[in-house]
Each structure stands twice: as C-alpha cells, then as structure tokens.
C-alpha cells in the first residue's frame, strides 16, 4: 500500500496570497540556494585562459530564471499535493511538470547566448540543429536541478510538518497532565467525598425526597466527571450521560423553568469528543440563558453526522452582547482541546441564530491519522 501524504496544502494552510507570494523564510532559502548555486558556478571562470565573459551571462541568467521559474514551481507543487493521494502518485503528476519547467528554463537563455554569440539569431537549418543539439545537451543540467530543488522543498516541508506535529502532540500531552494535576487536586480522596456525600444523604429524613435525590445526582455526576478526566476523548453516548446527570440536577432547581429538548441522532452516539465538551456548552446555557430570566426557557440539544463529521448544538435563549458576565474560560479551553485533538478543521463558536436566541456549535472531524516518519 502506498504510503499516505501529511502535507496539508489546502487554502486553510496556503491562502492565495501566501501560494502565490510565499513567505519570508521561503524567500530566504530561494535565495541562499540559487545565489550559492551563483556562487559556485562563477569560482572557476577568472582562473579559465579561454574566458570570453559569456559563461558569466549564461550562468546568472540560468540563476535567476531559475528563482524565478521555481517559485513558479512551488505553486505547482502545492496544487499537486493537495489532489495526490500517495507519494507514488505525487511523484508521476509532478515528473512532467518539472520537465515542463526545465524546458522553459533554457529556452530564453540559450536563444540569448546565441544572440550574444552571433549578431544573427539561429535562422539556418545548421543554426536550427546546433540549436536543438545544445538545448538537449543543457537539459541535462536543468532538468537534474529542478529534480533536486523539487525533492529539498518537499523534504523541508516534510520536515517542517513533522516538527508542528512533535510540537502539537507535546502541548497535548502538557494539556492532558495538566488536567490530570487539576484532577487530582479536585479530586481530595474521592472515597470520602463519596462516603461523605452519603452520610449527608442518610441525615436527610425519607419524607423529603428532593434533597435526598439532589445528592444521589450529584455523587453520580462527580463519579462521572472524575471517570471521564481520565480519557482525552470519550464517545458522545458517555458525555451524554453525564450531561443527562448534571440537566437532572439542575432541574429541581429550576424545576418548570428548564425544559429541554434534544434531538440525537444515532450515528452520532459512538463519534468521539473531549470530554466535558457538550456539558461546558450545557452549563453556559443554563448559567446565561436561563438563570437570568423569571420564566426560564428552553435549551436544544442537537447531534448528528454529516459529511463524516459530527455537528453538536447547543440553543438557549438570549442575545449576544447581553449575556451575564464569565471569565470565557469553558469555551477557550474547549476550543484549545479541539484543535489540539482534531486539527484545525475544527470549529466551536457561538452565533446568533434568531432575536432571542444564541446557538453554540461544535463541528468535530474523525480523529486524524497519525503521521508516519
């Protein structure tokens, strides 16, 4: 099986302007390539007896056509990589574009050398095969360097994306424990708190059911948070419940003001997410939504699979701009997780959907592969 490319060269991560004009590092490199290529072609030419100062001319111009047509190169590439599948396919659309470009690459200058050499162009038919005789001998050299410069930016660029990806999987593993430290220190010996929580229940008379069932949901959805810390994602069926643990919860609080209606579909229950994601946008809802308004409202919950990625959203009354004021943190963390989880297809955000009522969705892809060295 042919190996799988991880080069991402979508318009996400290569914009028209940066396709086209490249960046400065980019730039860099053209330049310290082709001027040392410059360089070690104009060594010899003063130590040569028969030097008639052409050479100079035809190796600056093969230089600096050659920056010029390689950058034309580099968008070609990009193009290529974004609809080649493998490397083995990768390698046969770009192998007649590179010899296109090598091509065009000696056309001009040894047209030029001809001109330089003789005052009258190559219009005879002896001119027109020394011509093509010294145009096939000289493709012998450009050809070769395109070949090499193609393999160094795509061997760069390989290297570059291994490193964001070293990068990306060392700030998750600094999330994770972070999380972890955050979790132990929540934690405080669970079995007491537990033990605790059910000798409060047991102090509780049994004709006063409500508090004693405001505690049974609560020990459960601790249980549940402190198992679900210990994942970086977790299917969506398992959140759910926990969700469900925290909506009970809050509804003898709120009793006839929260109402909720959800509508799961079933392809979505086994799609993984981070945990706590559905119950932060949950919790945001009731906290500015809700809580502020005398006659409550109603949150939708929504999750369902298209185009093999899972949409979940979260609708609660209100208007965006008025809502209570938060630190934001929920939300920033969540989308901190997401995009160190998922990729940069990810997407959390809040919107506007009606007068008087604010929608969050979370858009989450199938887990990336991992890339391979």
Not at 42 to 70: D, I, K, M, Q
Not at 172 to 199: G, I, Y
Request: proline share 6%; hydrophobic share 45%.
């Amino acid at each position: 099986m042919a190996s799988v490319i991880h080069l991402p060269s979508t318009s996400a991560t290569h914009p028209l302007r940066r396709r086209w004009l490249g960046t400065r590092a980019y730039w860099l490199c053209q330049l310290a390539g082709w001027g040392g290529l410059l360089v070690i072609f104009f060594a010899p030419l003063p130590f040569r007896v028969h030097n008639t100062g052409t050479e100079f001319w035809y190796y600056g111009f093969l230089c600096a056509t050659g920056l010029a047509l390689s950058h034309l190169l580099r968008v070609l590439v990009l193009c290529q990589l974004e609809r080649a599948r493998s490397w083995v396919n990768l390698t046969l659309r770009l192998v007649p574009w590179v010899l296109v470009v090598s091509s065009a690459h000696l056309g001009p200058i040894l047209w030029l050398m001809f001109c330089l050499m003789s005052p009258n162009a190559p219009g005879s038919d002896s001119e027109a095969e020394s011509f093509a005789a010294i145009y096939l001998d000289n493709l012998n050299l450009s050809f070769p360097l395109f070949v090499i410069w193609t393999g160094f930016y795509l061997g760069l660029r390989y290297y570059r994306q291994y490193q964001l990806a070293v990068v990306e999987r060392l700030q998750l593993d600094a999330a994770v424990k972070d999380a972890d430290l955050r979790a132990l220190k929540a934690q405080l010996n669970p079995h007491f708190l537990f033990n605790s929580l059910n000798s409060l229940r047991a102090l509780i008379p049994r004709d006063l059911e409500r508090p004693r069932e405001a505690i049974t949901l609560l020990s459960d959805l601790l249980r549940a948070s402190l198992t679900l810390g210990q994942d970086e994602i977790v299917p969506l069926s398992r959140e759910l419940d926990a969700v469900d643990n925290y909506l009970a919860l809050e509804s003898l609080r709120f009793e006839d003001r929260l109402r909720v209606r959800r509508a799961i579909q079933t392809a979505a229950l086994a799609h993984p997410v981070p945990p706590f994601l559905v119950q932060t946008l949950v919790e945001n809802a009731l906290k500015h939504g809700l809580a502020p308004r005398e006659s409550g409202g109603e949150i939708t919950l929504e999750a369902f699979v298209r185009a093999g990625m899972l949409h979940i959203r979260v609708s609660n009354p209100g208007t965006l701009g008025r809502q209570t004021a938060g630190t934001g943190l929920g939300l920033k963390n969540s989308r901190a997780r997401l995009a160190l989880l998922f990729g940069p297809d990810a997407f959390l955000g809040l919107r506007q959907v009606a007068d008087d009522i604010i929608e969050a969705e979370a858009i989450i892809p199938a887990l990336p592969r991992p890339a391979t060295s």
